[in-house]
């Protein structure tokens, strides 16, 4: 029943691993968003897809690559991971046009991504 | 200026007390604008959206003045359930981007 789910939700990787973070929604949304919360608790926005469309590029390192196969799912991978990476990683969904319009976001439960 | 700026608290406060959080934002043409609880560890979740006229649910009124560019929250009857962040959330206009604040700590003590 879990409407934005996210896997998983832990992971410890070492400097240098490429890594994946998986996301569904099943709530029929049309935009979804991968948000970054670093360890001072900032939420910062990464990417966001309209309909498979990448919509958001925000100034995130080109290790980061979000991949979009179908308006329910938005992955995002890890190349060459660094220590500076670690932080909680949403993913989330909304529906009405622009981000999330009047009826806001739904997030996924989060990954908390430690680099070793 | 930041974007969005929020009071960082934290807010202690007894149970049965009102506490009011407020929030600036810098874009004039920003178009929407969210409060949103986010529990330790835990995930943001939407509190409320905040429309011109100002609404309340239950508990909790939030207002909007956009001549001074900023919105409240105020939450009366404080429950030790309460106890979270509090984001607040100005969405601009034009495009698909969301500015979250760095949220204000309150903790409602028994």
Known sequence: DTAVSQTPKYLVTQMGNDKSIKCEQNLGHDTMYWYKQDSKKFLKIMFSYNNKELIINETVPNRFSPKSPDKAHLNLHIN???LGDSAVYFCASSQGG???SNYGYTFGSGT???VV | ?????????????PEGATVA???????????SFFWYRQDCRKEPKLLM????SGNEDGRFTAQLNRASQYIS?????????DSATYLCVVTNTGGFKTIFGAG???FVKA
Request: hydrophobic share 30%; proline share 4%.
């Open chain 1, 80 to 82: 060459s991971l660094e």
């Open chain 1, 98 to 100: 622009f981000a999330g």
């Open chain 1, 112 to 114: 908390r991504l430690t």
């Open chain 2, 1 to 13: 200026r930041k974007e969005v700026e929020q009071d960082p608290g934290p807010f202690n406060v």
């Open chain 2, 21 to 31: 959080f407020n929030c600036t934002y810098s874009n004039s043409a920003s178009q």
């Open chain 2, 49 to 52: 959206s905040v429309y011109s």
């Open chain 2, 73 to 81: 929250l105020l939450i009366r009857d404080s429950k030790l359930s």
């Open chain 2, 104 to 106: 204000t700590r309150l």
